[in-house]
Nanobody
Framework: QAQLVESGGGLVQSGGSLRLSCVASGFSLESYVIAWFRQAPGKEREGISCISPHTTNAVYTTLYSDSVKDRFTISRDNAVNTAYLQMDNLKPEDTAVYFC?????????????????????WGKGTLVNVSS
């Protein structure tokens, strides 16, 4: 059964760091755009980062929302079928359930978009709680 499973969430103090993992099973992430979304209590889910399935000059294309830019870093390791979200300088407003999602790209893809539409696989989420 194809699925994504997130891990790495937890309770952290403001200014701290966490690293989320997203492990795929039942399919290979190699040709998939991977994106991270989050949903804070009482708010709609928002896209915060994505990474292209393929590289340009050995570099993946990444995108970040303004709310996490310069603090979060997305990466992927196709050899272990896993994507990561390194979160530094966490703030209380980062408290949310974090989801990873994947969308297959047909052909050679060097771009990604922060959108829910088209995502084929979703994890169940991992909770990040940042205390002030």
């Amino acid at each position: 059964q194809a699925q994504l499973v997130e891990s790495g969430g937890g309770l952290v103090q403001s200014g701290g760091s966490l690293r989320l993992s997203c492990v795929a099973s039942g399919f290979s992430l190699e040709s998939y755009v991977i994106a991270w979304f989050r949903q804070a209590p009482g708010k709609e889910r928002e896209g915060i980062s994505c990474i292209s399935p393929h590289t340009t000059n050995a570099v993946y294309t990444t995108l970040y929302s303004d709310s996490v830019k310069d603090r979060f870093t997305i990466s992927r390791d196709n050899a272990v079928n896993t994507a990561y979200l390194q979160m530094d300088n966490l703030k209380p407003e980062d408290t949310a359930v974090y989801f990873c999602a994947a969308e297959q790209f047909i052909g050679y893809g060097t771009s990604c978009r922060l959108r829910e539409y088209g995502m084929e696989y979703w994890g169940k989420g991992t909770l990040v709680n940042v205390s002030s």
